[in-house]
């Protein structure tokens, strides 16, 4: 039986056989590629160039973008170069770095996802806190942190995955190398060790999602106490876009590894990984541009990039967010001048 010593490249499972409908595929492949990529490229664009959207929502947008590229990178033009070349395979290296590159780029966009749920339940549950835990520098390290484990998840979950026999032959059921097909074409008592790393991912991710519920859970408290209905809106503009990502991301990678095995065809594995690994990095900027014209208008015009004490840091003025309730609750029992924490916030701010 061949093992890993043996297998030079790998057989991907093609969407038709039918030349006409590969070429079709190409052009169709083609087309959400670029949109993807023009999607992505506008937003870091926008945020890069627009001196109003430095602030830490959209740097963590930014990131996002820039995951989405990756991960849409990572499987669309292998998948295109084989419908247009009526061509399955790919090297056994090439299989290994589109493993390394996905689990990267879900793992870090997953991680960022919940500092983005972070970032908004700091912003409308603690507002007057808003300017000293999300600074410039706590964001860059929160990206950081990350960048940093998805790379970390990826490197060990790519060379314990390829450093078992495989002993099932070299064709992987699915249109790019993902790591549960893999798992499948290793001997059946060698693949024990990498199950526990994925347990583990699992249970890190569970804990993620359970983070995420809890902070929107407390974002929609605070919203509905909020007396006006400007501010409501203003507040749901800000959170519905994310809402609707974490929704699409999830769900998608939910039915992929968790449907019933009664409607687990090669068919149908190939439609839902389509559905996780295309769609969301492809749909992300269309969500965010739907209400791109609402979240301008949601930043105040007093957001500004500042300096103070050598370090820049994000000013916010979080009144129009804020609910009087909320901000007088934060305010009780604590005085006004140790409240003046490092980044200079003063409760001024406050008045209209």
Same mark, same amino acid.
């Given at each position: 039986m061949p093992n890993s010593s043996s297998v030079s490249e790998?057989?991907?499972? =093609? *969407?038709?056989?039918?030349?006409? &409908?590969?070429?079709?595929?190409?052009? @169709? *492949? @083609?087309?959400?590629? /670029?949109?993807?990529?023009?999607?992505?490229?506008?937003?870091?664009? =926008?945020v890069a160039c627009d001196h109003r959207l430095h602030t830490p929502m959209y740097f963590f947008l930014l990131n996002l973008a820039l995951l989405d590229m990756g991960s849409i990178s990572t499987t669309l033009p292998k998948a295109m170069a084989n419908a247009l070349w009526d061509t399955r395979a790919i090297s056994y290296q090439g299989c290994a770095a589109q493993i390394l590159f996905l689990v990267f780029f879900f793992g870090a966009e997953y991680s960022l996802i919940t500092i983005m749920a972070y970032d908004r339940y700091v912003a409308i549950c603690k507002p007057l806190h808003y300017g000293s835990l999300l600074d410039s520098r706590a964001c860059a390290k929160m990206a950081a942190a990350a960048w940093g484990s998805g790379f970390l998840t990826a490197v060990l979950h790519t060379a314990n995955t390829f450093s078992l026999p495989l002993c099932q032959g070299s064709a992987v059921d699915q249109f790019f190398c993902e790591l549960p097909q893999i798992l499948k074409l290793s001997c059946s008592d060698a693949y024990l060790r990498e199950v526990g790393v994925v347990v583990f991912s699992v249970f890190v991710l *569970?804990?993620?999602?359970?983070?995420?519920?809890?902070?929107?859970?407390?974002?929609?408290?605070?919203?509905?106490?909020?007396?006006?209905?400007?501010?409501?809106?203003?507040?749901f503009s800000t959170c519905l876009p994310h809402v609707a990502v974490v929704s699409l991301?999830?769900?998608?990678?939910? *039915? =992929?590894? &968790?449907?019933?095995?009664?409607?687990?065809?090669?068919?149908v594995d190939l439609v839902v990984s389509f559905l996780y690994s295309v769609v969301p990095p492809a749909v992300n900027p269309l969500i965010y541009s739907m209400r791109n014209q609402e979240l301008r208008d949601a930043i105040p015009p007093q957001d500004s990039w500042i300096l103070e004490g050598g370090e820049r840091v994000w000013e916010m003025d979080i009144s129009s967010? =804020?609910?009087?309730?909320?901000?007088?609750?934060? /305010?009780?029992g604590i005085n006004a001048h140790k409240s003046m924490g490092p980044l200079g916030m003063h409760p001024h701010a406050l008045r209209e």
């Open positions: 790998f057989l991907l499972l =093609a *969407f038709t056989d039918t030349r006409e &409908l590969q070429l079709l595929h190409f052009g @169709l *492949f @083609l087309g959400i590629y /670029l949109a993807a990529l023009l999607g992505n490229g506008l937003i870091l664009t =926008a *569970f804990c993620c999602s359970i983070f995420i519920v809890i902070s929107y859970i407390q974002i929609l408290r605070v919203v509905l106490r909020m007396p006006s209905e400007h501010r409501l809106h203003k507040a991301f999830i769900s998608t990678v939910m *039915f =992929a590894y &968790l449907k019933p095995l009664y409607i687990s065809t090669p068919s967010l =804020a609910d009087e309730g909320v901000v007088r609750e934060c /305010l009780i």
